[in-house]
């Protein structure tokens, strides 16, 4: 039984691997929060790390057999230091719920007040969304984008702050196509003497690149997941100033997470070497080129963008000029091979389910080795399968003929093993 490959222990499921190992290299995905991780960072994934427990932190474990989880630990946490420039880094929340959830745990009581990015203007769940733990156990409040312009605006943030007195802020977003000033949120939060949480899991590649503004000297404490930009495994990582070293590593365990996930931790870790390697920096700046040409060639295609354009690996595409939901049409580019993902635009006037935008990115494509060119294309795709698919759904087998070839011409995972 156990020394049978999953192929032999079951067929079942091995085939829907396959499946989707196909459905990954024959599509273009364009969810900006999803990466191709690279075969290294899988096979520690899916190593003999998975059957250890390691409770505790390094050299003070509550199991024995630890050493080599000790030594694998270390590693990831300075790694993590290294690349991000922090005082302390905890490298074990399995997700970057869990690691906000940690970061708040350690700086606030129930009931405390705090303030984030409402959903739907690009904030994420964890920022104090009523059906999230963060809405219900601390008490949330929100800020929005600039209704003309669809970018932050500081100064009716610190008006909020003020009138709210939050004793957390929390900087960062899901679908915010800008760079976000994390200075300018150090002053508002030392203005209502609030603590500054930062959450890059959009964009730790970028930073760690230093291709966007760098909240970890302004920030009390920095989340961020490690699977998106910054192309690890699927968790999260905490990054602080030595003063809360203690109260962070403690808000992660035993506070809100038992048993660490070691094999993901030494993904992470192999993750973390591989963003200081040659090549790194060079693949963060080709996300934001790509990002920029697929954006002007909507906008060439007569696209209305949410702020006019982007400065990082995403883009919000407003549809309400095009009379289409986000729905409807996230469902006909996944149907040409093109997936993305549907998004509320800052005062959707439709709900959740429906929305009328979308939000692609490049990062994945950018992983195969697109360039401008590749990316510009992938625009005008997604334009035509946009402007005519639905009336026409020879454009939408004709736009899956030209996706395929996209996919052949830059393939991922060639002879990859499972
Ligand atoms: C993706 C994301 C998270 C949460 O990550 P999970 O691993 O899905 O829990 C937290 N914050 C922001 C801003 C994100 O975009």
Redesign the pocket.
């Known amino acids: 039984m156990i020394n049978r490959t999953l192929a032999q222990a079951d067929p079942e499921m091995a085939q829907i691997l396959v499946a989707e190992l196909k459905r990954q290299q024959e599509t273009l995905m364009l969810i900006p929060?999803e990466n191709y991780a690279s075969r290294a960072v899988m096979s520690a994934t899916g190593s003999v790390f998975t059957n250890k427990y390691a409770e505790g932190y390094p050299g003070a474990r509550y199991y024995h057999g630890c050493r080599f989880y000790d030594e694998l630990e270390r590693l990831a946490i300075e790694r993590a230091k290294k690349l991000f420039g922090a005082e302390h880094a905890n490298v074990q929340p399995h997700?970057?719920?869990?690691?906000?959830m940690a970061a708040y745990h350690a700086l606030l009581q129930p009931g405390d007040r705090i303030l984030g990015m409402s959903v739907a203007h690009g904030?994420?769940?964890?920022?104090g969304a009523p059906v999230n733990f963060s809405g219900q156990i601390y008490h949330a409040f929100f800020y929005t984008v600039d209704r003309e312009t669809g970018r932050l605006d500081y100064d009716e943030i610190l008006q909020i702050a003020l009138d709210c007195r939050p004793k957390l802020i929390v900087a960062?977003?899901?679908a915010y196509p800008r760079l976000i000033d994390f200075e300018r949120f150090r002053e508002i939060a030392d203005e209502v003497g609030a603590y500054l949480v930062a959450?890059i899991?959009?964009i730790a590649g970028l930073v760690a690149a230093g291709y966007h503004p760098d909240p970890v000297p302004y920030a009390d404490v920095v989340?961020s997941?490690t699977?998106?930009t910054l192309r690890g495994p699927?968790?999260?990582l905490i990054l602080c100033k030595a003063q809360y070293a203690e109260a962070i590593d403690r808000a992660v365990f035993p506070g809100v997470q038992a048993g660490p996930l070691m094999h993901v931790i030494a993904a992470k870790a192999v993750a973390l070497h591989e963003a200081q390697q040659f090549g790194f920096r060079e693949y963060q700046r080709q996300i934001i080129l790509n990002s920029q040409a697929m954006a002007e060639a909507l906008l060439e295609n007569d696209f209305d963008l949410v702020t006019g354009g982007t400065d990082n690996h995403l883009m919000l595409v407003d549809l309400r000029r095009k009379n289409i939901s986000g729905r409807e049409a996230a469902d006909l580019l996944e149907a040409a091979g093109i997936v993305v993902n549907k998004n509320l635009i800052p005062w959707d006037p439709l709900p959740p389910r429906e929305t009328s935008g979308i939000r692609p990115g490049s990062p994945a494509i950018t992983t195969r080795g697109m360039k401008e060119e590749e990316a510009r294309l992938i625009g005008k795709l997604i334009a035509r399968v946009i402007n005519d698919g639905r009336k026409d759904p020879r454009v939408i087998e004709e736009v899956h003929k030209q996706v395929l070839e996209l996919c052949r011409a830059f393939p991922i995972y060639a002879d990859l093993e499972i």
Do not use: E, M, Q
């Not at 997700?95 to 906000?100: E, I, R």
């Not at 904030?123 to 920022?127: N, V």
């Open positions: 929060s997700t970057g719920t869990a690691a906000n904030g994420h769940l964890t920022h960062g977003a899901s959450d899991a959009h989340t997941t699977h998106k699927r968790g999260a």
